[in-house]
């Protein structure tokens, strides 16, 4: 019995007996509560976000049903949240703040297509000047910020949430950072906004002194006919003397001319009269939407206006966000992992009886993999504990259960809107390096140890008495498992289509059957003829115990070897209960006969199929030539089921005899290849698993915002099904000490994305559980399916919506920006980055005549910038040629060709904080300059605003003489040499080492 107890708290549920104490409390967070399927409405299920079993539970009736529905929607956090969300709309629309048949009442906006969106609070964003500040002092003008905070009437207290920029030596400034609410913040008409203005004398410092402060009300500002507040700066003592405060309402997407014209042009900002609002029914509404909220999480922004070339304005809004994705996808992985793994295992028991020396190396094997298997079981289970924030903070990277979480990972979006011109959207993803941090460095990245660990493999199969198998041979065998493992349930299912197609005595379904049947056998025969397979069952039969070498050696150290193989005078009869003889001589021939089968079965099913329709439409009579379909065919045609029954029956057979002896063989290379490698190659298999998990949570996260940025671009969808989507990684990693070991972990984690897949599928429904991407298949190929509500995915292509998989072509472009990279420059080796770049410039060059190809170029989004792509690659591969130190137009021409080929971008460096800002920050600013004419006096002040540490939400703390001190801001002074002077000579590089040196051993004595 379930039920609800006053002695557990709100969001509990107390499972227990009539009788008896409770037996188990389940906690109603982080999860959804659906109507069960083919229930007749009386039961349901609570899924739950952690990947936790669903809890399956039945009412005694349909209606008692929905009110436990009900119930435990409301039992936790989020319902109390909604709950407080209606009350707080029906309190505003009762004082008559927002009319009942508002767009913001309604909801309707322009999210994407198909997507509801949650009726919200409006979101206010604002933007801050003053007038006629106090100075500080008579020699100098002051250098104003404004601090914004909030007021909680009820607890008496301030909350910092926002602060502008620094506008040096004016009287009169215009800040060009703004104030931007997000989504989910607790805003209302009654919530009060307190303003104060600093004098910031010394900014590398941050000493400051307190000019005036002034508040207001959101419904004061939201009530103002002008779309404006002037605002009177109170000193301490309470007279107006500090000044005024302008307090402007800014819209997003809806810019009139009258509003712009009169907005004052000059730099010095004396003016400012922007006058707009943000709500629902802007362009905001597709970030708002549940489709964007499922995967995209906790929201950070920051909106600022920047003046043009002509005089005008325009309005840019940034977002950051969380993915789920960073702890969802690495949780799915690491569970088919460990589901692969035991596959391995239960293959590895199934090759059956061996020889002594093989048995023990089996068991070796098995008892390694069951290590791998515990510690990923283990990861797993800490991981599902973990609640809250949806990312890796770079302080965690070498926490061993986070070793497979990427670092950083955070989605950034900045939008654009300008007087009389579209909208845009710019989208980079920001995340760590994937490398095994945990694992460290000190032998160098998976590059270096995977080249090494094959150079020395020949010698550990030597000592094993192991076959040695090549890479290729080795990459062949996953990939026979892999295909047989996908085709055999395949061609099972397909037969027994067709044995339907033969019970309604359809034509047409059986014709249809059998032509998909054919081809997909014809795969499956063609996978299977290798020589590999041949070769591996002829291995494992020497491996058999009681195998005897007559003249010739059995096995030689060389899969590729011609020699010592034994022969047979004659062909062994076919044995089905023993596929693979173990005392008998290996017949070389077998092999060939067993898979030939499956074609020879399949030829008879068609060969009866022709009979029957022949027979049924009396077209001709049987030719009188005694051919193997006559005699199979000679029986009376009457039920078509009964005659392809036993064919069918006969083709099944055969392809288990197939897969049986190809499972096995190809199980025995994979065994020699664990055991010649033992506990080395292991390692780096679970290294490689490390990495791949970073590199692909972070590829699904760029996909799915790409996706959803673009379910309405015909043309992106058209370039997606019929050539794919380039994601280009943007590497700022030096080649220096232990960054060049994650560099060549990075490497490999980015080349192995080509393994990956994506498919669209359509959602169950608009619970942000089933929105999530679901990962499918084995270590050598992925599939991940994104779901899209049905509004959304009926709109797809056909080709998408039948489930055709979508190519996705990751490159890596790195160029190292730090002292570290000069080091490497002058004294260590950069070979590796000028590998990368030029092999993955031939990936990037290929794509782009595929594409030409294939898609017509002017579906391809349209730029300001002109330049012709192919010059765009022309230029790019010159510039990787040429011998230049630092050489960043390499990153600038990869980041500009990906973004003209609706490709997704991605930043990354140690940990996604300094360099990778650096570097997005001055994208940004690039693009507002090439794209939307900013005005090039406004270049460093945007890079500077865009640049600023104190993210909405998180402002800066400073002293309020109203309330005391609230922090101390102040940054720990530090020993800093010049090191930019130093690079101008190798001596002086010299020199700054020793006394860097002498000071250490001065400070620590």
Excluded at 604 to 620: F, G, S, T
Excluded at 931 to 950: P, T, V, W
């Amino acid at each position: 019995m379930f039920q609800r107890s006053g002695r557990t708290p709100s969001s509990a549920l107390v499972h227990s007996s009539q009788k008896s104490e409770p037996a188990e409390i389940v906690v109603l967070e982080r999860c959804h509560v659906v109507l069960a399927k083919d229930s007749s409405n009386a039961a349901l299920v609570i899924k739950f976000e952690s990947g936790e079993t669903d809890l399956y539970l039945e009412a005694l009736s349909p209606t008692d049903c929905k009110s436990w529905i009900v119930a435990l929607q409301e039992a936790n956090s989020e319902g109390l949240r909604n709950r407080i969300r209606h009350l707080r709309r029906l309190i505003m629309e009762m004082t008559g703040s927002i009319e009942a048949g508002s767009p913001e009442r309604e909801g309707a906006g322009a999210g994407a297509v198909g997507a509801v969106l949650v009726p919200k609070l409006p979101k206010v964003e604002f933007s801050l000047a003053c007038r006629e500040l106090a100075s500080p002092a008579r020699e100098r003008k002051p250098n104003a910020a404004v601090q914004i905070a909030i007021i909680n009437t009820q607890e008496q207290r301030l909350t910092a949430f926002s602060c502008t920029e620094i506008v040096e030596g004016t009287r009169d400034p215009l800040f060009l950072t703004g104030v931007t609410f997000p989504p989910e913040y607790p805003i209302c008409e009654e919530t009060r906004v307190k303003l104060t203005v600093y004098d910031v004398k010394d900014k590398s410092q941050q000493t400051r002194s307190f000019l005036g402060y002034a508040t207001f009300s959101v419904g004061d500002l939201l009530k103002s006919k002008e779309r404006q507040l002037t605002l009177s700066l109170r000193t301490s003592d309470g007279t107006d003397t500090a000044g005024t405060v302008v307090v402007s309402r800014l819209k997003m997407g809806e810019i009139e001319d009258g509003e712009v014209d009169h907005i004052a042009a000059d730099a010095r900002g004396q003016k400012c009269t922007l006058v707009c609002e943000s709500l629902h029914g802007t362009t905001n509404d597709k970030d708002s939407s549940p489709l964007m909220n499922a995967v995209f999480k906790n929201p950070v922004c920051k909106v600022y206006r920047f003046q043009t070339v002509d005089c005008k304005w325009m309005l840019v809004r940034e977002q950051m966000a969380e993915c789920t994705l960073s702890f969802n996808i690495p949780k799915q992985l690491i569970t088919l992992y460990v589901q692969e793994d035991m596959r391995r295992i239960q293959e590895l028991k199934d090759l059956g009886e061996l020889s002594p020396h093989w048995d023990n190396l089996r068991k070796e094997v098995i008892s390694h993999y069951g290590q791998v298997i515990s510690t990923y079981q283990e990861t797993l289970t800490e991981l599902n504990k973990l609640t809250g924030s949806s990312f890796k903070p770079s302080c965690s990277k070498s926490e061993k259960y986070l070793e497979f979480i990427p670092i950083n990972l955070h989605t950034q979006r900045m939008q654009v809107t300008c007087p009389k011109k579209t909208d845009a959207c710019y989208d980079v993803v920001t995340v760590g390096a994937p490398a095994a941090h945990f694992q460290g460095f000190k032998s160098g990245g998976l590059q270096r140890l995977l080249s090494r660990y094959e150079a020395e493999k020949k010698n550990f199969s030597t000592a094993y008495q192991c076959i040695y198998y090549s890479p290729e041979n080795t990459a062949k065998a996953k990939e026979v498992l892999t295909s047989i493992g996908q085709l055999q349930p395949l061609i099972s299912s397909l037969a027994d289509q067709l044995m339907q197609a033969a019970q309604q005595h359809s034509p047409d379904l059986l014709k249809g059957a059998l032509k998909t049947l054919s081809d997909k056998t014809e795969l499956f025969v063609h996978a299977l003829k290798d020589e590999l397979v041949k070769n591996a069952l002829l291995a494992l039969h020497t491996a058999r115990p009681g195998y005897v070498t007559k003249s010739q050696p059995s096995v030689c150290n060389n899969v590729d070897g011609k020699e010592g193989r034994p022969k047979e005078d004659g062909p062994a009869p076919l044995k089905r209960q023993d596929s693979i003889p173990h005392h008998s001589e290996y017949d070389e021939e077998e092999w060939d006969r067993v898979w030939a089968n499956v074609a020879k079965s399949l030829n008879c099913i068609i060969a009866m199929v022709d009979r029957l329709q022949e027979h049924d439409n009396n077209n001709q009579e049987s030719s009188s030539d005694q051919t193997l379909a006559d005699v199979i065919t000679s029986h009376n045609p009457g039920d078509w089921q009964e005659q392809i029954y036993p064919l069918v029956v006969t083709l099944k057979d055969c392809v288990a005899e197939v897969v049986d002896r190809a499972t096995k063989s190809m199980t025995f290379v994979l065994l020699q290849e664990a055991a010649c490698s033992i506990p080395q190659g292991l390692f780096l298999k679970q290294r490689r698993d490390i990495v791949f998990s970073q590199a692909l949570a972070a590829l699904s996260c760029g996909f799915v915002m790409r996706l959803y940025a673009g379910v309405e671009d015909k043309g992106f969808l058209q370039q997606l099904h019929l050539v794919g989507v380039i994601a280009q990684f943007e590497s700022l990693l030096s080649t220096y000490s232990e960054e060049i070991g994650m560099l060549e972990d990075m490497e490999v984690g980015i080349s192995d994305l080509q393994r990956v897949t994506f498919k669209i599928t359509e959602a169950k429904s608009d619970d942000p559980g089933d929105l999530q991407p679901i990962v499918s298949g084995r270590r050598e190929y992925y599939t991940v399916e994104v779901p899209l509500p049905r509004e959304v995915f009926e709109a797809l292509p056909e080709e998408i919506k039948e489930g055709k998989p979508l190519q996705v072509y990751p490159v890596l472009f790195n160029v190292g920006i730090n002292q570290q990279q000069t080091l490497a420059e002058r004294f260590g080796d950069i070979s590796s980055q000028e590998r990368i770049n030029q092999k993955n410039f031939e990936i990037l060059d290929s794509y782009y005549k595929s594409l030409s190809d294939k898609v017509p170029l002017q579906y391809l989004p349209c730029f300001q910038t002109q330049t012709d792509l192919k010059e765009l690659l022309e230029t790019l591969g010159q510039n990787i040629v040429t011998k230049k130190r630092k050489n960043v137009e390499i990153l600038w021409l990869a980041g500009t060709i990906c973004r003209r080929l609706n490709g997704i971008r991605f930043t990354s460096c140690k940990s996604a904080k300094d360099r990778t800002s650096m570097s997005v920050t001055l994208e940004q600013c690039a693009l507002l300059r090439d794209e939307h004419e900013l005005n090039k006096d406004y270049f460093i002040r945007a890079l500077d605003c865009m640049r600023s540490g104190l993210p909405q939400g998180e402002g800066g703390q400073w002293d309020d003489p109203e309330t005391g001190s609230v922090a101390e801001n102040k940054p720990t002074s530090r020993h800093f040499y010049p090191v930019a002077l130093l690079l101008v000579s190798s001596h002086l590089l010299v020199v700054w080492l020793i006394l860097s040196l002498v000071f250490l051993l001065a400070k620590y004595q």
